[in-house]
């Protein structure tokens, strides 16, 4: 069942037992929710005793709207003191939860979820302030094999871009330099690295980058739109990268392609001192599964894409290493992963004292293998792209 207005839609789908509200709510009278009232209501009435009201792609809800939906659910809740119903957020739209949780806060039975937080379960270790500016590093690390690499999965002068996950906008900067897109969307469920990269923009020059803050899982952005998009080292934070590929696959236009990088940590390796480095990155990998993420993801893009429903899958790897620029550019990375790996995410896991002290001193013997002036250094990466199906 469903109804539709000009701007907002409200269906049931019984196999989730989820009510699904999107568009802008944005009612002139209680009459003009009439339609929505009334999907809700039969929705109750059909379903048992949970049920989910999914509001992550409501825009825009003015106060008539939120009032009709007040009075419903409590009426609902009321009614059948078993039923429990469960609102289900965003962060990205800012007053959502706020709001439906004050209700809640009435109502025993009623209850806001977070859907972002589900799939961003690391996201306070990646978004730490003090690892924002070392992301610039690696990125001009990778971009001197990215931008050979780029052109073979289909990127070309000309098209309609979105990068997704954009973290702190480097990337999208380099794709606006070198290939000249007709159009460029980059968004990030970080604010602070919204702003660092509005910031970067600025300092090229560049306006025209269209900077979107918005949840990759469930973007407000339309289907088939984009020529090419780039999700780059963030499908290893998810918890559910499956339903990031969807995301990217919706958006992407019919005979586009989706490109993205992602890691096999494990694999990190130097000389000198390569057992201590490889133990070290072997337990880098333990610790983020710990966290619900997947740092050794990358030789699984094909099957990834394959599953997402993309064909004419293309796969290959890189190693970035302390030969490719500055080794000292090499060794801030390094430090930096330290600091957050060993620093923070071993000390939340409960690691004790002597692991964190042979856990950092991998690190630091790979940072010495990248200063050595006989040293070797290597971080690989894969890069894997897939075309949406005509």
Known sequence: MSQFSPSFSAEF??????????????PSSPGEMAGV???????????????????????HLNMTAFRCLEQILTEA??????????????????????????LASSQPNLSVEIYDSAFYPGQTFVEDESFIPILRTQTK?????????????????????????????????????????????????SKRSLDYARRVAAEFGLTSIEYTY???????????????????????????????????FRICKPGGRVYITNEK??????????????????QVAKLFSHFDMDVEMGPKSRRLLNDAGFDDIKVESFMVTNLDGDPRDFADVIEAWEDVYAGQMA?????????????????KDHVLAALHPKGYAGWPIWAASGRKPY
């Open 141 to 189: 690390m990778t971009w001197r094999h990215e931008r050979e690499i780029l052109p073979r999965h289909g990127m070309r002068n000309g098209l309609s871009i979105a990068d997704i996950c954009c973290g702190i906008g480097d990337f999208a900067t380099l794709i606006k330099r070198q290939f000249e897109p007709a159009r460029l969307v980059a968004l990030d469920h």
């Open 347 to 363: 000390v939340r896991r409960g690691d004790p004292p002597d692991f964190i002290r042979r856990f950092r001193q991998g690190f």
């Open 13 to 26: 789908d019984d196999i989730n037992q989820e009510i699904v509200l999107s568009g802008r709510i944005r």
């Open 77 to 102: 809740c009321k009614t059948n003191i078993q039923r429990k119903i469960i609102v289900v957020a965003s962060s990205v739209i800012a007053w959502s939860a706020p709001l439906f949780q004050t």
């Open 37 to 59: 009232v009334d999907v809700i209501r039969r929705s109750l009435d059909s379903s048992g005793n949970v049920i989910y009201l999914n509001i992550k792609r409501v825009t």
């Open 265 to 282: 940590n494990s694999h990190c390796l130097g000389e000198p001192h390569s057992e201590s480095i490889r133990w070290t990155y072997e």
């Open 214 to 248: 918005g949840d990759a899982a469930q973007m407000l952005l339309a289907d088939n739109q984009f020529d090419f998009v780039t999700c780059r080292h963030s499908l290893q934070i998810f918890d559910r990268p499956d339903i990031l590929l969807r995301e990217l």
